[in-house]
């Protein structure tokens, strides 16, 4: 069932703009990137197509079809389950280019451990009742005042703690890690999908077959 993401991409014909193309006929024929396939919405939306996964080491998505699928041709499969664009930036870095990504953003290792941003404690009252919630971003010098029922008096609380930039970045990397693989026994289901949407269909001027459209040329018209 090896089936690239790229093959069942359709071809566009655009303009000869190279020394060669010296005819006003001339086109240069490139796979259309502009046609991106997509999970079926029903399919999509439905929690029970799909799997949860946490990506482990290094692993890439061709690594990851492999596992899951004993196919790493079907490492589109996994980019599209998670609406994926960017491998660069959205898949989680191996070492070796997380370390690299940190330094060029900060510029050296004392900056990662200065403060990003800050955090709340979990705040309650007498009776353990959440007030704040852990986790908020706020200010370094937030404060709140309530009403404790048993206490029965106002109190003023404040309770924060610095996340540095490493932390910070840590935090999106470790997310990145956690995605959703569908489940193998669809598969098969996905593909005929893609294969069933990628075709071009009559109607257009720029229609030339089921696997080709071509780009208009102005220069038919000068």
């Excluded at 010296?22 to 796979?31: A, F, G, L, W």
Aim: charged share 30%; aromatic share 14%.
């Amino acid at each position: 069932m090896a089936k690239k993401y790229f093959r069942n991409l359709p071809d566009f014909d655009y303009v000869d703009r190279t020394k060669e193309g010296q005819n006003i006929s001339d086109y240069t024929r490139v796979k259309n990137l502009f046609k991106r396939a997509e999970i079926a919405e029903d399919i999509f939306k439905d929690l029970n197509f799909f799997t949860k996964y946490q990506v482990v080491g290094d692993e890439r998505p061709d690594n990851v079809a492999k596992k899951i699928y004993g196919d790493p041709n079907l490492d589109w499969v996994v980019m599209l389950c998670n609406n994926i664009l960017n491998f660069e930036s959205e898949w989680p870095k191996d070492q070796e280019s997380y370390n690299k990504y940190l330094l060029n953003k900060y510029g050296t290792y004392d900056k990662l451990n200065e403060v990003h941003h800050y955090e709340t404690l979990l705040i309650t009252d007498k009776a353990g009742r959440q007030i704040v919630p852990a986790g908020l971003e706020v200010p370094e010098d937030f404060s709140i005042t309530f009403y404790d029922p048993t206490l029965k008096q106002t109190i003023t609380r404040s309770s924060t703690f610095p996340v540095s930039n490493l932390i910070y970045e840590d935090r999106k990397e470790t997310e990145k890690r956690s995605i959703f693989v569908l489940k193998d026994i669809y598969i098969g289901l996905v593909i005929d999908d893609i294969e069933e949407v990628m075709p071009y269909t009559p109607g257009s001027s720029q229609y030339v077959s089921d696997r080709v459209v071509r780009g208009e040329n102005i220069r038919l018209y000068i």
